[in-house]
């Protein structure tokens, strides 16, 4: 386990790192809809998929107050230390499949702060897909945080010309200095209150759906293969 001060200075130097991307690359496309309907019906729900959710803080309307959702355990401390020097807020919980996890991984508790951090006006932005496993796959969870909170979902992609894929869980991409980036937004999903189980696995599919389209789409932008409009 790395020591405070080792979270520290890599949470500081990953900040810095992300802040280096982030100011070298161009944004070639910056979909409206994080201006034209995120900014007006804030807060908002904003769902990503693993490996796309630490450039959040650098692409916000910095008039949108925002908090991260991040796991629990000690490696996410770096991440936490990052998105905080970024002015982001965090919450900290980690998803599970099964019920009887959510209790023991701070499910619930995290859950509670991100309904009381939506009903103060800030809006969250957190991964569909439930670590580790399966990637590209959105869980119920923020389904029902949109349910509760009665908060539209915005799914959201970032992706950069220049990366540097990992071999892992989520296959995530590292976003690389001097890219060519763009941030592609799915339709927002409004949960209503009295829905069905049946009608929140569709909405949950829909937000699969959605986030893949919406990916697919960033990355044809930035490598190319289509143009932004």
Same mark, same amino acid.
């Given at each position: 386990?790395?020591?405070?001060? !080792?979270?520290?200075?890599?949470?500081?130097?990953?900040?810095?790192?992300? @802040?280096?991307?982030?100011?070298?690359?161009?944004?070639?496309?910056?979909?409206?809809?994080?201006?034209?309907?995120? =900014?007006? *019906?804030?807060?908002?729900? !904003?769902?990503?998929?693993? %490996?796309?959710?630490? #450039?959040?803080?650098? =692409?916000?309307?910095?008039? #949108?107050p925002f908090a991260v959702l991040l796991a629990r355990h000690a490696d996410a401390? !770096?991440?936490?230390?990052?998105?905080?020097? &970024?002015?982001?807020?965090? =919450?900290?919980a980690s998803g599970a499949h099964r019920s009887k996890d959510v209790r023991r @991984?701070?499910?619930?508790?995290?859950?509670?702060? #991100? $309904?009381?951090?939506?009903?103060?006006?800030?809006?969250?932005?957190?991964?569909?897909?439930?670590?580790? %496993?399966p990637a590209k796959q959105a869980g119920r969870g923020i389904i029902l945080l949109?349910?509760?909170?009665?908060?539209?979902?915005?799914? $959201?992609?970032?992706?950069?010309?220049?990366?540097?894929?990992?071999?892992?869980?989520?296959?995530?991409? !590292?976003? $690389?200095?001097?890219?060519?980036?763009?941030? =592609?937004?799915?339709?927002?999903?409004?949960?209503?209150?009295?829905?069905? +189980? #049946?009608?929140?696995?569709? &909405?949950?599919?829909?937000?699969?759906?959605?986030? +893949?389209?919406?990916?697919?789409?960033?990355?044809?932008?930035?490598?190319?293969?289509?143009?932004? *409009?």
């Amino acid at each position: 386990m790395r020591s405070p001060t !080792v979270q520290r200075v890599l949470g500081r130097t990953l900040a810095g790192y992300l @802040k280096l991307v982030h100011r070298t690359s161009r944004i070639v496309h910056q979909d409206p809809l994080i201006r034209d309907f995120a =900014v007006p *019906n804030k807060p908002v729900i !904003v769902a990503l998929w693993h %490996g796309q959710h630490l #450039m959040v803080p650098l =692409v916000r309307p910095p008039e #949108m107050p925002f908090a991260v959702l991040l796991a629990r355990h000690a490696d996410a401390e !770096v991440n936490a230390i990052a998105i905080s020097r &970024l002015g982001l807020g965090t =919450v900290r919980a980690s998803g599970a499949h099964r019920s009887k996890d959510v209790r023991r @991984k701070g499910g619930a508790a995290g859950f509670l702060e #991100m $309904l009381s951090a939506l009903g103060e006006g800030i809006s969250m932005a957190l991964t569909a897909d439930v670590p580790r %496993g399966p990637a590209k796959q959105a869980g119920r969870g923020i389904i029902l945080l949109a349910q509760h909170s009665g908060r539209p979902i915005l799914p $959201l992609a970032y992706a950069s010309s220049r990366r540097l894929d990992v071999s892992s869980w989520d296959s995530a991409s !590292v976003n $690389l200095p001097f890219s060519r980036a763009a941030i =592609v937004c799915g339709e927002p999903i409004l949960v209503p209150k009295d829905s069905s +189980d #049946m009608a929140i696995e569709a &909405l949950r599919r829909r937000l699969t759906a959605s986030l +893949d389209a919406a990916t697919a789409k960033a990355y044809a932008i930035v490598d190319g293969t289509t143009q932004a *409009n």
